[in-house]
C-alpha cells in the first residue's frame, strides 16, 4: 500500500484578469512549492475553490496541474461533488491523468446515510484503480464522522488514507494507531506539530502554498528529535493563519500569494476582494513572520 509524506499544497485556483483560470499562474505555483520542498499536491479542494468551479474547470485546473508537475511530485485530486455519478466520472478522468490517488469529501446538500456514503466511497473505489482517499471536513461539508465510521470506509483496502480537516485530535489518535499503514494528512496546518506528536507523516494545507517551507523544516526538526525549535516555527505560522482567518483564508492565501509576486487572482464571486486596510494588516503579519 503506497504511504504518503511529506508536505501537500491544497492548491488554490489561479485566475487571470478575466476570471479564467491562469495556466502560467499554475506554473509559477508549483515551482515556487517544489522550490520550497513540498512532496505533493491536492487539487480542487476547498482551497482550490472547487466548489466555485464548473465541472469543465475542475478538469482544465488538473490537466494544468499534472503538465506543470510533470511527474517530479505526486497529484491528489479531490473529485467530490454531490452525487455518486459524478464522482466516478472526475475519478476516471482524474486517473486518466495520471495522479497517484483521489480524494473525495462525502456528497453533501442531501443528507445521506452513513450505509450511503459507505457505498459512495465503496463504489468510488471500485471504479478506478488507483487509492481513494477520505476527505474529512466536517465544518465545510457539514458531516461529522464518528471513529467508527472512519473504521468502516477503511475497511476496504482501497481506501488508502484520510485528509483530516478537523480539530479532532481523539478522533486523529484513534485512527493513527488503528491504521499505522494508511495515509493520514494533517488537514489543519495549525495544528501540524500537534498532529505530527501523534505520528502524523503528512500534511495538506492551503497556506502550504506560500509558505510550504515552514512545514517542512518543522518535519525536518522533528526527524532530529528537536521539537523545541519546531514549536518556534509553528509558532510564526500561527500567528499568519490566525490573521488570514481574521480576512478570510482563501483570499488570504491568494493576497499572500500575490505579495509574494505570484499573482493568482481573487477569489470567486460572492468572496469579495479584500480590503486596503485588510491587506497592509495581512501584509505586516506576514513580514513579521518571515514570510516576505
Ligand atoms: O486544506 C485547509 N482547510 C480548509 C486544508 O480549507 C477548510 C487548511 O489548510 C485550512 O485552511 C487552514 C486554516 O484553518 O488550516
Same mark, same amino acid.
Given at each position: 500500500?503506497?504511504?504518503?509524506?511529506?508536505?501537500?499544497?491544497?492548491?488554490?485556483?489561479?485566475?487571470?484578469?478575466?476570471?479564467?483560470?491562469?495556466?502560467?499562474?499554475?506554473?509559477?505555483?508549483?515551482?515556487?512549492?517544489?522550490?520550497?520542498?513540498? &512532496?505533493?499536491?491536492?487539487?480542487? /479542494?476547498?482551497?482550490?475553490? *472547487? @466548489?466555485? +468551479?464548473?465541472?469543465? !474547470? %475542475?478538469?482544465?485546473?488538473?490537466?494544468?496541474?499534472?503538465?506543470?508537475?510533470?511527474?517530479?511530485?505526486?497529484?491528489?485530486?479531490?473529485?467530490?461533488?454531490?452525487?455518486?455519478?459524478?464522482?466516478?466520472?472526475?475519478?476516471?478522468?482524474?486517473?486518466?491523468?495520471?495522479?497517484?490517488?483521489?480524494?473525495?469529501?462525502?456528497?453533501?446538500?442531501?443528507?445521506?446515510?452513513?450505509?450511503?456514503?459507505?457505498?459512495?466511497?465503496?463504489?468510488?473505489?471500485?471504479?478506478?484503480?488507483?487509492?481513494?482517499?477520505?476527505?474529512?471536513?466536517?465544518?465545510?461539508?457539514?458531516?461529522?464522522?464518528?471513529?467508527?465510521?472512519?473504521?468502516?470506509?477503511? &475497511?476496504?483496502?482501497?481506501?488508502? /488514507?484520510?485528509?483530516?480537516? *478537523? @480539530?479532532? +485530535?481523539?478522533?486523529? !489518535? %484513534?485512527?493513527?494507531?488503528?491504521?499505522?499503514?494508511?495515509?493520514?494528512?494533517?488537514?489543519?496546518?495549525?495544528?501540524?506539530?500537534?498532529?505530527?506528536?501523534?505520528?502524523?507523516?503528512?500534511?495538506?494545507?492551503?497556506?502550504?502554498?506560500?509558505?510550504?517551507?515552514?512545514?517542512?523544516?518543522?518535519?525536518?526538526?522533528?526527524?532530529?528529535?528537536?521539537?523545541?525549535?519546531?514549536?518556534?516555527?509553528?509558532?510564526?505560522?500561527?500567528?499568519?493563519?490566525?490573521?488570514?482567518?481574521?480576512?478570510?483564508?482563501?483570499?488570504?492565501?491568494?493576497?499572500?500569494?500575490?505579495?509574494?509576486?505570484?499573482?493568482?487572482?481573487?477569489?470567486?464571486?460572492?468572496?469579495?476582494?479584500?480590503?486596503?486596510?485588510?491587506?497592509?494588516?495581512?501584509?505586516?503579519?506576514?513580514?513579521?513572520?518571515?514570510?516576505?
Amino acid at each position: 500500500m503506497k504511504k504518503f509524506r511529506g508536505i501537500f499544497p491544497a492548491l488554490v485556483t489561479p485566475f487571470d484578469e478575466n476570471g479564467k483560470i491562469h495556466p502560467g499562474a499554475v506554473e509559477k505555483l508549483i515551482e515556487s512549492c517544489l522550490e520550497k520542498g513540498a &512532496s505533493g499536491f491536492y487539487v480542487g /479542494g476547498s482551497t482550490g475553490e *472547487s @466548489y466555485l +468551479l464548473s465541472v469543465e !474547470e %475542475r478538469r482544465f485546473m488538473l490537466e494544468q496541474v499534472m503538465k506543470a508537475v510533470d511527474g517530479r511530485a505526486d497529484v491528489i485530486a479531490n473529485i467530490g461533488l454531490f452525487s455518486t455519478e459524478q464522482g466516478v466520472e472526475l475519478a476516471k478522468h482524474a486517473e486518466s491523468l495520471g495522479v497517484s490517488a483521489v480524494s473525495s469529501v462525502p456528497p453533501f446538500y442531501f443528507p445521506f446515510t452513513l450505509d450511503e456514503y459507505v457505498q459512495y466511497y465503496n463504489d468510488l473505489a471500485d471504479s478506478v484503480d488507483i487509492p481513494v482517499i477520505i476527505y474529512n471536513i466536517p465544518a465545510m461539508s457539514g458531516i461529522t464522522f464518528q471513529t467508527e465510521d472512519i473504521r468502516r470506509f477503511f &475497511s476496504n483496502e482501497k481506501i488508502i /488514507g484520510m485528509k483530516h480537516t *478537523s @480539530y479532532d +485530535l481523539f478522533q486523529l !489518535e %484513534r485512527v493513527l494507531g488503528e491504521y499505522p499503514e494508511k495515509s493520514i494528512f494533517c488537514g489543519h496546518d495549525e495544528l501540524f506539530l500537534s498532529a505530527s506528536v501523534l505520528g502524523v507523516e503528512a500534511g495538506i494545507g492551503s497556506t502550504f502554498n506560500f509558505m510550504a517551507e515552514k512545514f517542512v523544516r518543522i518535519q525536518k526538526l522533528i526527524s532530529e528529535n528537536r521539537w523545541q525549535e519546531a514549536s518556534v516555527i509553528q509558532k510564526e505560522a500561527n500567528a499568519v493563519i490566525e490573521a488570514l482567518a481574521k480576512v478570510g483564508v482563501f483570499k488570504g492565501v491568494k493576497a499572500a500569494l500575490k505579495l509574494q509576486g505570484i499573482d493568482c487572482g481573487d477569489c470567486r464571486r460572492p468572496f469579495a476582494p479584500l480590503e486596503k486596510e485588510q491587506e497592509k494588516f495581512l501584509q505586516e503579519v506576514l513580514e513579521q513572520n518571515h514570510c516576505l
